[in-house]
T-cell receptor, first 115, second 109 residues
Framework: KAGVTQTPRYLIKTRGQQVTLSCSPI?????VSWYQQTPGQGLQFLFE???????NKGNFPGRFSGRQFSNSRSEMNVSTLELGDSALYLC??????????????FGEGSWLTVV | SQQGEEDPQALSIQEGENATMNCSYK?????LQWYRQNSGRGLVHLILIRSNEREKHSGRLRVTLDTSKKSSSLLITASRAADTASYFCASGSARQLTFGSGTQLTVLP
């Protein structure tokens, strides 16, 4: 079956603009999470959604927001882009969060460059 | 923030040799996951080891977990040039994964 699909794969934006990234999880997965990866900070957690509800949020400013739709697809939005927002944004999906844990699968990511 | 450290940060070996990477984490875990990332690409899931498991194998991969030391290791046997990538451990759950800093493995042909 199809893996986690992220669009677009690459994009260039100007400072001050806003951007929306999209993620389609693996069929049947209801948990979708987002991560930012930069050379300096590594992989950092942004937020996680389950059945359209944000269950957890990382330590990012309010310019970073997200949502999940009824079909589990998710979008994240970054407003008023800054140069430091240039990063690889990774989406991950999982069946369901259980005590014993489920495998968490990642997409190929969206490369955002802010100029 | 990074949960723990991975050691070494970079490793260069010859094809056919074994590669061992270590990961330490700070808080109690239910499971630990290992991922591979090729340059500029997404994370590929390699293996999940649960807190009640001490060792797990998958093909040429062997993962060990020592919860008393809060550490895990990933062994890649008979390495190939295609194994060149960054390797990350991650603890947590779907609600939030916390990643190590990663080991950059280079396998020379």
């Amino acid at each position: 079956k199809a893996g986690v699909t992220q669009t677009p794969r690459y994009l260039i934006k100007t400072r001050g603009q806003q951007v929306t990234l999209s993620c389609s999880p693996i069929s049947g997965h209801r948990s979708v999470s987002w991560y930012q990866q930069t050379p300096g900070q590594g992989l950092q957690f942004l937020f996680e959604y389950f059945s359209e509800t944000q269950r957890n949020k990382g330590n990012f400013p309010g310019r970073f927001s997200g949502r999940q739709f009824s079909n589990s697809r998710s979008e994240m939005n970054v407003s008023t882009l800054e140069l430091g927002d240039s990063a690889l944004y990774l989406c991950a999906s999982s069946l369901e969060d259980t005590r014993s844990g489920n495998t968490i699968y990642f997409g190929e990511g969206s490369w955002l460059t802010v100029v | 923030s990074q949960q723990g450290e991975e050691d070494p940060q970079a490793l260069s070996i010859q094809e056919g040799e074994n590669a061992t990477m270590n990961c330490s984490y700070k808080t109690s875990i239910n499971n630990l996951q290992w991922y591979r990332q090729n340059s500029g690409r997404g994370l590929v899931h390699l293996i999940l080891i649960r807190s009640n498991e001490r060792e797990k194998h998958s093909g040429r991969l062997r993962v060990t977990l020592d919860t008393s030391k809060k550490s895990s290791s990933l062994l890649i046997t008979a390495s190939r040039a295609a194994d060149t990538a960054s390797y990350f451990c991650a603890s947590g759950s779907a609600r939030q994964l916390t990643f190590g800093s990663g080991t950059q493995l280079t396998v020379l042909p």
